[in-house]
């Protein structure tokens, strides 16, 4: 289905757009690629954000209501379970390719359903994920996540020694632990992503600056794609600098969870730092750039998109027993089915606490952990003061603005974090546990 091939009407589903996700990366890079060869494109996610208007700037189709779809698609690749079953429930009669994104997420695993045709993962642990729930492995596909060649271009040769880096990162947990490294190491650091506060809608224009990159999963494969001496590890852990002989079986992994065996810690940093070698990451961007660009990606979607319009229709009554089952998975009830554990996940359902409650919890924290600092620091009573009130105030104001923000719940984890980070939370709550001990 390349030019001069028959044109196909994909509508792409996704639990939301617009707030740089891995998934929204896919959706925007499939989207793309489909597009230039030659196919009909319309992206349905039921929670839209500001970052949606640039794609439809670009000229993408986004739409937040499933009645908003102008036309009957030819084929639904889907991401994720419930906007998946919203697209089937409207169109019962256009076929469906699933993607499978993680192997942790309940929003991502995925169900039987006589309208999927084929259901694909992103890498082996998704793969396993797909055939423990399920999945009969002659309905399954592994493809690896691409990259946009003309988008991410391969930078200039890398120096003999590292001078400057760049943390890509999710989480802020192991932050300070690459800084450390980096100052020990000699090499400037820079840190960009949602654990660290800052952001580039331009990741491709911001790589060819830095020799180092310390990144997993999607990221850590654009850096590489682009040229960078890339060392895999995050907050969940540490698999080591990407090498070529490494990074055929890493790739299969999505260079993610199932590689970070170790902790992140100073000195394996420092060792994959030592380790770094500017002609062995020109082999490895070599590789990537042969077996990873967009244009292969699409590709392989095609063969599947072409299989699953062929395929002979569900009869009504499977169809009809199998929307009842997801419906009874993902409509609200006294079980605590799969609706309740990715409402858990996405942290909508506080289990014991009231939102209040967490609001006073932090700010308990924060002023426990003060108090502690200015006792070993010997802070002036002034300044504890001062300190102590505006922090204070900061916490009762989010207590009052619980009621009026509407995105309270949605935006509840991420403000939390931005407020306490994490090693101030863990001393706090280990303050908390010792009193309790008295």
């Not at 469906?96 to 642990?125: G, K, M, N, W």
């Not at 002609?279 to 072409?306: F, G």
């Amino acid at each position: 289905m390349h030019r001069g091939k028959t044109k196909v009407r994909v509508l792409i589903t996704n639990f939301l757009f617009g707030t740089r996700s891995g998934s929204e990366s896919v959706v925007e890079l499939l989207a793309d690629a489909l597009r230039i060869a030659g196919h009909d494109v319309m992206i349905f996610a039921p929670t839209l954000r500001g970052e949606a208007q640039v794609m439809i700037h670009n000229g993408h189709r986004i739409y937040s209501e499933i009645d908003q779809i102008p036309y009957l698609p030819d084929v639904i690749h889907a991401h994720h379970i419930s906007p998946c079953f919203i697209a089937m429930a409207r169109f019962p009669d256009v076929p469906v390719v699933y993607t499978c994104h993680s192997s942790v997420f309940a929003l991502e695993a995925p169900l039987l359903h006589p309208q999927i045709r084929h259901y694909v993962a992103v890498d082996e642990a998704c793969r396993d994920k797909c055939l423990a729930c399920g999945i009969p492995a002659d309905m399954l596909s592994v493809i690896g996540n691409a990259v946009d060649a003309s988008r991410f271009a391969a930078r200039s040769r890398l120096p003999d020694s590292p001078a400057k880096a760049l943390l890509l990162t999710k989480q802020s947990f192991h932050a300070e632990i690459v800084r450390t490294a980096c100052r020990e190491s000699e090499i400037e650091l820079d840190e960009l992503g949602p654990g660290t506060g800052a952001f580039s809608d331009q990741l491709e224009l911001e790589l060819p600056r830095y020799d180092i990159v310390f990144a997993t999963a999607r990221m850590a494969l654009e850096a590489a794609f682009v040229g960078c001496s890339v060392v895999v590890c995050d907050a969940r852990g540490f698999a080591g600098l990407l090498t070529s002989r490494t990074v055929r079986t890493w790739r299969k992994h999505n260079f993610g969870v199932r590689l970070l065996a170790r902790p992140t810690t100073v000195a394996l940093l420092m060792e994959a730092i030592d380790q770094y070698d500017a002609n062995d990451a020109a082999l490895v961007t070599d590789y990537l750039r042969r077996e990873a660009p967009a244009d292969y990606y699409v590709a392989a979607y095609e063969k599947i998109y072409r299989k699953a319009i062929k395929a002979a229709p569900a009869d009504a009554n499977g169809l009809g027993l199998a929307n009842g089952r997801w419906a009874q998975e993902l409509a609200v009830t006294a079980e605590k089915r799969l609706w309740y554990r990715i409402a858990s996940e996405m942290q909508w359902m506080p289990e014991h606490k009231s939102i209040s409650d967490m609001l006073h919890d932090t700010k308990v924290e924060l002023l426990a952990h003060m108090v502690s600092l200015s006792e070993r620091q010997n802070a002036s009573a002034s300044l504890m003061d001062t300190r102590t009130a505006l922090i204070g105030e900061q916490i009762d104001q989010m207590q009052r603005d619980v009621s009026a923000s509407a995105d309270f719940l949605e935006n509840l984890r991420s403000m939390y974090r931005a407020v306490v980070p994490f090693w101030l939370r863990r001393a706090g709550a280990n303050l908390r546990a010792r009193f309790a001990r008295r």
